[in-house]
């Protein structure tokens, strides 16, 4: 998840934020400035360990990490048609791809990655950067929103084993195509909102899609592959909004939604029940049953309104108008709400899983420092196994090896799409983190694609 930050911070700080994004386990944030870029480690809540900085490439806008892996994907305002994929660890540039229009938003897995131009996505192979498909016709953002505004537009489930795609099918309407990136196909079209949409999310696992529109009253939580309504959250009543990220927890108990306004929402995903509810025992429960009841008769408009859920918990932020994210993470052993904004700073929150209410602002961290933050190594944030989000204290468990599936080629014809101009790096380059992918040894590569091996270095 990424979003722009268009204006910088007030102060009159000389090194103005321009973008940031959570990787996709929510174990580091990034950051493009007007003077380059920054990977923070999110392991402490006390503090922001600085893994890496870069003043190669100025005015980064787009900036995308793979997991706790050393290969980050950096798109600068200089050159906004070309993409830069490096080995921040060896200080190698692995490949650069141009493209023929300006890149909108990069997302990545393990399998796959995705350039979006306004009106086509481009899907890689990421074990070789082979182009498997283009997607076109894609409709073109109509209310004229700049790049940083539109980028959120596109979303990329991060398990690998089924890297399904979803993207805006219509420009006037809240339609989602659902696109399965490894058969190159669409599955299915999701009717999700009367209105344009403003944010779609996959959740861990790649089972559930959550949206909202422009007007950002209502959030929608779909069934994938199948497209069925699972859920439906109203965010409130009385003003639009604009939804600036969405997000799930890791064991997509819990789903965040920040906005332009100064509350962070986050909404419990209830288990659904099967079976019929117990016959109410109490005065209030048979005046709960009739009110539903009721509802049958009323208008459509009344009735929906009246069987959404509300929001179970709240972050408030100390201000409104800023672009900011949320994410749903796991530190130190407690659920935290975390929200960077472009005001330059990262607030970290406490959550009751339990009761929900107000959440607690617990740290506030500056991300544009004078450059006096020392660079620390990064703790091992190897992806844990799915642990309750809703647990108040995690058990303590060894971090074991994440094991990789063999990546077979799925054929990904070209199907006469036109090749992105690209260059290659001129020396080997590994991957050499115990558990990142792909772990691979650049060769000399030809117009096609980049060839990689699956060794060690």
């Known amino acids: 998840m990424e979003a722009g930050a268009a204006d910088g911070p007030p102060g009159g700080v000389e090194e103005a934020l321009s973008c940031f994004s959570f990787n996709q386990d929510c174990t580091s944030l990034a950051i493009g400035t007007t003077s380059g870029y920054k990977l923070f480690s999110l392991s402490s809540v006390e503090q922001l360990d600085h893994v890496h900085g870069s003043n190669d490439i100025p005015d980064v806008y787009i900036v995308e990490r793979l997991f706790s892996s050393s290969l980050v994907v950096v ?3 200089t050159k906004p048609r070309q993409m830069n994929v490096y080995h921040f660890k060896k200080g190698t540039e692995i490949c650069s791809y141009s493209y023929s229009g300006n890149i909108l938003s990069i997302r990545l897995n393990r399998q796959r990655l995705l350039v979006c131009l306004e009106e086509s996505i481009y899907i890689h192979n990421i074990k070789d950067m082979k182009l498997l498909k283009n997607i076109l016709d894609i409709p073109a953002n109509p209310t004229g929103l700049s790049i940083l505004d539109v ?7 991060i398990n690998h084993s089924n890297s399904y795609v979803a993207y805006p099918g219509s420009r006037t309407t809240g339609e989602i195509v659902l696109y399965d990136g490894h058969s190159l196909k669409t599955v299915c079209t999701i009717a999700a909102h009367e209105g344009p949409l403003a944010a779609i999310a996959f959740n861990a696992s790649g089972s559930r899609l959550a949206s909202a529109s422009e007007k950002g009253t209502v959030i929608r939580v ?12 109203r965010r409130g009543m009385k003003r639009y909004v604009t939804i600036s990220s969405l997000a799930f927890s890791m064991d997509s108990q819990f789903l965040c ?17 099967n079976s019929r509810p117990e016959e109410p025992s109490t005065w209030t429960g048979y005046v709960g049953k009739m ?14 309104m009246m069987n959404q859920d509300r929001a179970f918990a709240t972050g408030r932020l100390g201000f409104s108008g800023h672009r900011n994210i949320c994410t749903l993470s796991t530190i130190q052993k407690l659920p935290r709400l975390l929200v960077a904004s472009s005001s330059g700073h990262l607030y970290i929150y406490n959550v009751d899983p339990q009761d929900g209410g107000d959440c607690v602002l617990i740290k506030t961290h ?4 004078s450059g006096c933050v020392e660079e620390n190594k990064e703790n091992d944030l190897r992806p844990p196994s799915p642990q309750s989000y809703a647990a108040t204290v995690a058990r303590a ?13 799925d054929g990904g014809a ?11 790096a001129t020396g080997p380059v590994c991957l050499d983190d115990e558990n990142e992918f792909p772990p691979g040894t650049l060769c000399d590569g030809t117009a096609n694609s980049i060839l990689m091996k699956s060794t060690a270095a």
């Open 257 to 273: 939604a920040s906005s332009n306004t100064e509350t962070v929402h986050i909404f419990k995903l209830e288990h659904l029940a």
């Open 75 to 77: 798109v600068s305002h």
């Open 151 to 157: 980028a959120c537009l596109c979303a990329l489930s």
């Open 397 to 409: 468990s060894p971090s074991a090896a994440s094991t990789v599936p063999g990546y077979s080629e």
């Open 414 to 424: 070209l199907r006469g799409e036109v090749i992105p101009e690209h260059e290659f």
């Open 291 to 304: 009110f539903v009841a009721a509802s049958n008769y009323l208008p459509t408009q009344v009735s929906d």
């Open 222 to 233: 779909f069934s994938v592959p199948e497209g069925q309504k699972l859920y439906e959250f």
């Open 366 to 369: 500056s991300l544009l420092g």
